[in-house]
């Protein structure tokens, strides 16, 4: 049943870092010395990794976690709060409800004139404890404590939020097949994969992204450009750095690499095939 006094059930939470909007100025000037200044994790590594200062001038959102309620877990609740954030992002949500804005307006009318109403007597009652101890209280001490109506709401729809103006949504993560799989599935493309491992993990840290076209208006082909640039260095540090990783974990990360210019012969080149393509010369 629908109760307005008690919060619904939450299912997945997103947590989320604006990033980018650096200056190229500013890029090219940190880049110059060989460090980046803190925060802005992809807009600094990507145009670190392809030396491109424009990248860090576009705008984006990382996804920094996704938690989801253990009772639900693995029922795809995760997948569907990313999908819904990149439709928000995107510009492709829309408002359903069209009823009750009448309601609400009186509504809201009459919650001033209450307000007002208890101001006044609060009010009359600051001035009442003033002259009875003959001294003019100011700032937080003549702040009067008690329930405030008209509070602004915990929890909107995406609906009726203001998407800002992004041009990618992105996130960063230690490289495992389970993660590798669940971004893959959220339409995330690989643009980095550290060659080094992180010291605590043991994983090397990758950072996937997805373009949002129709909320910035920029042509999104400098993903695939970026993406067929990756998938060659990957290609030519699989027999280095990356020797460790699992056939299974460098077949998924080389799957998700394609783009739409990949060819069979492509493939043959690259040595990777699927199961099934594998065939006696």
């Given at each position: 049943e629908k109760d307005s006094n008690s919060l619904p059930d939450i299912l997945a939470v997103v947590q989320v870092a604006l990033e980018g909007k650096i200056s190229r100025r500013a890029v090219e000037a940190q880049l110059a010395r060989g460090h980046r200044s803190a925060g802005d994790l992809i807009p600094w590594t990507i145009s670190q990794q392809f030396g491109d200062a424009k990248f860090a001038q576009l705008s984006g959102a990382r996804i920094v976690r996704v938690a989801v309620h253990p009772s639900v877990q693995g029922m795809g609740y995760g997948s569907r709060a990313i999908e819904l954030l990149y439709r928000f992002y995107n510009g492709d949500?829309?408002?359903?409800?069209?009823?009750?804005?009448?309601?609400?307006?009186?509504?809201?009318?009459?919650?001033?004139?209450?307000?007002?109403?208890?101001?006044?007597?609060?009010?009359?009652?600051?001035?009442?404890?003033?002259?009875k101890n003959g001294k003019k209280k100011n700032g937080i001490q003549a702040e009067k404590v008690a329930p405030r109506k008209q509070l602004p709401p915990l929890?909107?729809?995406?609906?009726?939020?203001?998407?800002?103006?992004?041009?990618?949504?992105?996130?960063?993560?230690?490289?495992?097949?389970?993660?590798?799989?669940?971004?893959?599935?959220?339409?995330?493309?690989?643009?980095?994969?550290?060659?080094?491992?992180?010291?605590?993990?043991?994983?090397?840290?990758?950072?996937?992204?997805?373009?949002?076209?129709?909320?910035?208006?920029?042509?999104?082909?400098?993903?695939?450009?970026?993406?067929?640039?990756?998938?060659?260095?990957?290609?030519?540090?699989?027999?280095?750095?990356?020797?460790?990783?699992?056939?299974?974990?460098?077949?998924?990360?080389?799957?998700?690499?394609?783009?739409?210019?990949?060819?069979?012969?492509?493939?043959?080149?690259?040595?990777?095939?699927?199961?099934?393509?594998?065939?006696?010369?």
């Open positions: 949500m829309m408002s359903l409800g069209n009823g009750g804005d009448e309601d609400s307006d009186d509504d809201d009318d009459e919650a001033s004139d209450d307000d007002n109403s208890d101001d006044d007597s609060d009010g009359d009652d600051d001035s009442n404890s003033n002259n929890l909107l729809p995406l609906s009726d939020v203001d998407a800002p103006k992004l041009d990618w949504i992105g996130t960063s993560f230690g490289l495992t097949p389970q993660l590798q799989k669940f971004w893959n599935r959220a339409g995330m493309k690989m643009l980095y994969t550290r060659q080094t491992k992180n010291e605590l993990t043991g994983e090397h840290s990758a950072i996937m992204l997805r373009a949002l076209p129709k909320q910035s208006g920029v042509d999104d082909a400098w993903l695939s450009a970026y993406v067929s640039d990756t998938k060659r260095r990957f290609l030519a540090l699989l027999g280095g750095p990356f020797r460790d990783l699992s056939i299974r974990l460098a077949i998924a990360t080389l799957d998700n690499m394609a783009v739409s210019g990949d060819s069979d012969s492509d493939k043959k080149r690259s040595g990777i095939h699927k199961k099934g393509e594998i065939t006696a010369d």
